[in-house]
């Protein structure tokens, strides 16, 4: 018989922890670093075929949304390679303790914002 | 791939305002998620004005104070009172705990109430468990040995074997963890959940059992374990202080190391 009664509220009304905030993060930037890595190849392939594409692409970038993006993408890769070394520590069982997994949230958060700066501009400076 | 919004069936739609009739000065609202089976109507939210001055410190006397003295039909599971049986696990203030051992003085504002998070409803706050128990059965929570039986000798365990159990025999299996982890939510038939993982390695982890190998390979399974991606809503809502997610933690690791 099928049940007809009704499916308690879940997503709607369960209170955002920590650490369910960076999880989906964890995900949604995951997928996100999936399609910048396809963009990425796509780039490498176009500038085989010859500087006009190269310097077509490097004007793009050089618009403020252009640089939107690339901040943005250092961004995403800076949380997601953070998060996976906490992943990591979590595989070789440790860190599971609240208190400590909120700690290491808490740094990979603020610290994937810290790489972002990082990598721009050694970006800048020396490529 | 999952649904993240109600069905059409489970929508909640405003109910009734029951208004204070004591002319207490320390009234607070609270919102109770009511449904009730007889009428084939949508769920409702059901607010109740209710006089702290005379009430109890823990959600669970709120409960009883509105059933006693507002709406005698409102339906909610309790037994012990003391945080030991875990039948009265809801969903309070956005968190699942237990009310009977919740202080409704921590929480600010209108206290909402509700049952525990995509569960078939039964009757107001009473949310269907059925699965979850079948999926406890199936890790087959009982010592299993090579004895016949007929040497009656004792299982003995030592005391540094039986603290390797402290942190998982204490669950109460409120369900208040797998009902809080959205692998869950999403996955419910296939993924075991939290609660009955963490049962299901404190028999792997027991000294005395002697079926350990048969147990890992049972569970381990794509959809069964491993769809536990380490959100930790399992942990942050344990009323008991336990820790779900180093449970399963530790049953992943096992098998990557056995």
Known sequence: MENNNPLSPHLQIYKWQISSLLSITHRIVGVINFFAMILICVWAIFIIFGQNNYSAVNIFLNTSFGKFIVISLCWTFSFHILNELRHLVWDAGYGFDLKVAKITGMITFIGSFVLTILFYILGRNFF | ?258
């Not at chain 2, 709406?71 to 309070?92: E, Q, Y």
């Not at chain 2, 009757?123 to 016949?148: A, F, H, M, N, R």
């Not at chain 2, 390979?217 to 380490?230: F, G, N, P, Q, S």
Request: charged share 25%; glycine share 6%.
């Open chain 2, 1 to 258: 791939m999952a649904q993240f919004s109600l069905p059409q069936n489970s929508k909640i739609e405003v109910g009734n305002y029951f208004k204070d009739k004591t002319n207490s000065k320390n009234l607070r609202k609270i919102n109770v998620y009511r449904w009730d089976p007889s009428t084939g109507k949508n769920p409702r939210i059901d607010t109740f004005e209710v006089d702290m001055d005379n009430c109890g410190p823990k959600v669970l006397d709120i409960l009883f104070k509105i059933k006693n003295e507002i709406d005698p039909s409102l339906t909610f599971r309790r037994s012990c009172a003391h945080g030991v049986c875990g039948s009265c696990a809801m969903n309070i203030d956005g968190v699942n705990g237990l009310a009977c051992i919740k202080s409704h003085s921590d929480i600010n504002g209108d206290l909402n109430i509700y049952p525990l998070p995509h569960l078939k409803v039964v009757k107001d706050l009473i949310g269907d468990l059925t699965t979850l128990y079948k999926q406890y059965e199936s890790i087959q929570p009982w010592l299993k040995v090579d004895q016949t039986g007929q040497e009656k000798t004792e299982l003995k365990q030592s005391q540094k074997d039986r603290e390797k159990l402290d942190g998982y025999y204490e669950c109460i299996l409120c369900a208040c963890c797998s009902t809080s982890c959205p692998s869950y939510w999403w996955n419910g038939d296939k993924y075991l959940g939290p609660a009955v993982l963490l049962q299901a390695y404190r028999w792997i982890n027991d000294s005395r059992d002697g079926d350990k190998k048969e147990r890992l390979k049972k569970v381990a399974d794509e959809l069964k374990l491993y769809r536990c991606h380490t959100i930790m809503n399992c942990t942050n809502s344990c009323p008991k202080g336990l820790n779900p997610a180093k449970a399963i933690g530790s049953i992943k690791k096992m098998l990557a190391t056995s």
